[in-house]
């Protein structure tokens, strides 16, 4: 089974408008971390937001928020007043916890790409 | 600072020879991790470092691939008898502690004819 699912394949949105990338996740530990990378052209992976599975408030980094709903294990990722710059490719990821085994690798989605229009 | 360098960035070859990658961590970081992305996907897991031992192998597809980091610092990924199926982008992380956010370098796209 997939332990991450990112269902949107592409996703266009306007410049200046926000839009939602969809992130389901599966574990069955209690503590896990939850990350939003994104990709673009050039192939760097670049570190969005995070959330641990025991935070109680949503992340935010800047025009990024991560909706996490912990009983629908989904958390999707906010982008508000989209730019230009904004398009690439935005992978969901979870680092299991401990009691799982994990020594702290991320596990990842197939990833969205989004496609900012002017 | 600088962040996680990878070397060469992009690696041709014939199937069935050697090739070694290496990946230079941000100075200071423990944990160091390969991961390999093919077309169309998300990365997935190779091995893990901590420090100078490989605390985790289990994601190398077999015994061909072969992961060192002798001082601690610079690890190669090393991989023999290459085959067509082993082309993909070769991407290093690292991260002050197993448990914290990795930093990724620009990757290594390898080709094997």
């Known amino acids: 089974a997939q332990k991450i699912t990112q269902t949107q394949p592409g996703m266009f949105v306007q410049e200046k408008e926000a839009v939602t990338l969809d992130c389901t996740y599966d574990t069955s530990d209690q503590s896990y971390g939850l990350f939003w990378y994104k990709q673009p052209s050039s192939g760097e992976m670049i570190f969005l937001i995070y959330q641990g599975s025991y935070d109680e408030q949503n992340a935010t980094e800047g025009r990024y928020s991560l909706n996490f709903q912990k009983a629908r294990k989904s958390a999707n990722l906010v982008i508000s007043a989209s730019q230009l710059g904004d398009s690439a490719m935005y992978f969901c990821a979870m680092r299991e916890g401990i009691g799982g085994g994990s020594q702290g690798n991320l596990i990842f989605g197939k990833g969205t790409k989004l496609s900012v229009k002017p | 600072g600088a962040g996680v360098s990878q070397t060469p960035s992009n690696k041709v070859t014939e199937k069935g020879k050697y090739v070694e990658l290496r990946c230079d961590p941000i100075s200071g970081h423990t944990a160091l991790y390969w991961y390999r992305q093919s077309l169309g996907q998300g990365p997935e897991f190779l091995i893990y470092f901590q420090g100078t031992g490989a605390a985790d192998d289990s994601g190398l597809p077999n015994d061909r691939f072969f992961a060192v980091r002798p001082e601690g610092s610079v690890s190669t990924l090393k991989i023999q008898r290459t085959e067509r199926g082993d082309s993909a982008v070769y991407l290093c992380?690292?991260?002050?502690?197993?448990?914290?956010?990795?930093?990724f370098g620009p990757g290594t796209r390898l080709t094997v004819l």
């Open positions: 992380a690292s991260s002050p502690w197993h448990y914290n956010e990795q930093f």
